[in-house]
C-alpha cells in the first residue's frame, strides 16, 4: 500500500496543495527554504500520531513547536490546518482509504490543538465522520484522534498500523560516532541515526548477516580497498560496533570501526540498511549528502530495484543533478516545490507544459527540471564581499 494523493492546507510552507498525485518512486526538488522537509514531515507527523507508544495529537504538535508553527505564514481569515491523504495499492489504482484531518487552536483556555474534524474513507464510503453526537457532548474529545485509539480504530487500524510503520532517515554521521558525548537521548523513530547501531544489534542474527552481506557487497563496489563489513560488540561492555577490513600491507592493522568510517560511508551504509528495512513508506532525505557524484548518480536506479522487488514507496528530497541523472526516472516522479508570497506551490515536473517536450527529447529531470529550482539571482554570491 502506498500514499496516493496528498491535499494540503495552511500546512507549514503550504497555503494550498490540491490533490498532488504520489508515485511509488517520488523525488521532491525545490530551492533552499521552498518546503521539501516539511513536505515530508507531513508523513511524519502523522506517524507521530499514530505511533502506538506515546504518540497522539497533543504531542506531535507539541514536538513540533505548536499550531503556531505548523500553520502556514499565508494563512488568513481561515486557520484550520488540513491534511488528506489516499492510500492504494497502486498509484494509478483508486483508493482503498482515505484519511482527512482538520486541526485549528482553541479559541481560549490553553489554546490547545483541537480537531475540527477527522474524517474516514473505505473505498468511496465514509465509516468516520467528526465531530460526532457524542464530541458535540464533551468538547474534550476532540483533543484526540481516533487514529490514536485503539477503542476506536478497529474499523480503519489498516491506515493506524500504515502510518504508524512510515520511517524517515537523515543519518548525521557524527551521532553515530559520538553518540555517547552527546547528551541528548535518541528518539524512538531515531530519524539521525544516534541509535543505528543498537537498531542493528536488534535485528535477528539471519536477518543482520543477510543484510551487512548485501550491503558488504554494495561497499566493495563504493568504498575503495573496503573488503570485509562485520558487526561486533565490545567485550567488556557489550557496546555494538560495525568493523570494516581495509586492505593493507599488514592485514591485522586494517581493521577499523565505524568512528573512523568516512561521513559518506557512514551514509551509504544507513541508506542501504533503510532500503533494506522493511516495506513501509520510507522518507530519505538529501541522500547525496557527502556522497560521491559516481555513487549518488546510481541512487535512483538502486531506489527502484530494491523498492519493486519489496513493493515499496520512497519519497526523497534532493539537490543533486547527479540523483537525477538517470534517464528511467519519469516526470511524474518529481515534485517541482516554487515558493512565492501566498505559499509554496507543488506541480509534478512531467505536467509542465515546456518541461514534458524536453524529457520527451530524451533530456534528463536532472537537466530539465532543477535548473527551474535555483534561486534567480544565485549569481550575485559570487559579489558578496
Same mark, same amino acid.
Do not use: C
Given at each position: 500500500?502506498?500514499?496516493? *494523493?496528498?491535499?494540503?492546507? &495552511?500546512?507549514?510552507?503550504?497555503?494550498?496543495?490540491n490533490d498532488i498525485p504520489l508515485?511509488? #518512486?517520488?523525488?521532491?526538488?525545490? %530551492?533552499?527554504?521552498?518546503?521539501?522537509?516539511?513536505?515530508?514531515?507531513?508523513? *511524519?507527523? @502523522?506517524?507521530?500520531?499514530?505511533?502506538? +507508544?506515546?504518540?497522539?495529537?497533543?504531542?506531535?504538535?507539541?514536538?513540533?513547536? !505548536? =499550531?503556531s508553527k505548523l500553520r502556514c505564514l499565508a494563512a488568513r481569515r481561515d486557520p484550520e490546518i488540513l491534511i488528506d491523504i489516499s492510500l492504494s495499492d497502486d498509484p494509478d489504482e483508486k483508493p482503498l482509504w482515505r484519511y482527512a484531518i482538520g486541526i485549528r487552536q482553541e479559541t481560549r483556555g490553553y489554546r490547545q490543538p483541537i480537531l475540527s474534524f477527522e474524517h474516514v474513507w473505505k473505498g468511496n464510503k465514509q465509516i468516520l465522520k467528526r465531530p460526532d453526537a457524542e464530541d458535540k457532548k464533551d468538547s474534550e474529545r476532540l483533543k484526540q484522534t481516533f487514529l490514536e485509539q485503539v477503542n476506536? &480504530?478497529?474499523?480503519? *487500524? +489498516?491506515?493506524? *498500523?500504515?502510518?504508524?510503520?512510515?520511517?524517515? =532517515?537523515?543519518l548525521v554521521p557524527q551521532l553515530l560516532r559520538y553518540g555517547d558525548f552527546f547528551q541528548t537521548s535518541s528518539s524512538e523513530s531515531d530519524p539521525f541515526g544516534q541509535g543505528f547501531l543498537v537498531r542493528v544489534a536488534k535485528s535477528a542474527p539471519r536477518t543482520q548477516k543477510f543484510r551487512l552481506g548485501k550491503i558488504e557487497n554494495a561497499l566493495k563496489i563504493a568504498? %575503495?580497498?573496503?573488503?570485509?563489513? #562485520?558487526f561486533e560488540r565490545d567485550d567488556d561492555t557489550g557496546k555494538p560496533h560495525l568493523a570494516a577490513l581495509y586492505s593493507h600491507w599488514r592485514p591485522k592493522?586494517?581493521?577499523? #570501526?565505524?568512528?573512523?568510517?568516512?561521513? !559518506?560511508?557512514?551514509r551509504l551504509i544507513g541508506i542501504l540498511w533503510a532500503l533494506l528495512d522493511s516495506d513501509a513508506l520510507l522518507l530519505l532525505e538529501e541522500p547525496e549528502l557527502s556522497l560521491n557524484d559516481g555513487i549518488v548518480s546510481q541512487l535512483a536506479p538502486l531506489i527502484y530495484r530494491m523498492?519493486?522487488?519489496?513493493?515499496?514507496?520512497?519519497?526523497?528530497s534532493t539537490h543533486s543533478e547527479s540523483l537525477l541523472s538517470d534517464k528511467g526516472i519519469d516526470g511524474r516522479e518529481v515534485l517541482l516545490l516554487s515558493p512565492g508570497s501566498e505559499g509554496t506551490s507543488?506541480?509534478?515536473?512531467? &505536467? =509542465?507544459?515546456?518541461?514534458? %517536450?524536453? @524529457?520527451?527529447?530524451?533530456?534528463?529531470?536532472? +537537466?530539465?527540471?532543477l535548473p527551474r529550482s535555483r534561486p534567480l539571482k544565485a549569481e550575485q554570491l559570487g559579489l558578496f564581499k
Open positions: 500500500m502506498l500514499v496516493s *494523493r496528498l491535499t494540503l492546507k &495552511n500546512w507549514r510552507n503550504f497555503q494550498r496543495v508515485r511509488q #518512486r517520488q523525488f521532491i526538488v525545490g %530551492p533552499n527554504a521552498s518546503g521539501k522537509s516539511n513536505l515530508l514531515d507531513v508523513f *511524519r507527523f @502523522l506517524r507521530d500520531i499514530a505511533k502506538s +507508544e506515546g504518540g497522539g495529537l497533543q504531542k506531535a504538535v507539541k514536538e513540533r513547536g !505548536g =499550531i476506536t &480504530n478497529a474499523k480503519f *487500524r +489498516e491506515i493506524v *498500523r500504515y502510518l504508524d510503520s512510515v520511517s524517515y =532517515i537523515h568504498v %575503495p580497498q573496503l573488503e570485509q563489513l #562485520r592493522a586494517g581493521w577499523q #570501526r565505524e568512528d573512523q568510517f568516512s561521513d !559518506g560511508t557512514l523498492q519493486r522487488q519489496r513493493k515499496r514507496q520512497v519519497l526523497v507543488v506541480d509534478v515536473s512531467g &505536467n =509542465i507544459s515546456d518541461v514534458r %517536450p524536453l @524529457l520527451e527529447a530524451g533530456l534528463s529531470v536532472g +537537466e530539465v527540471v
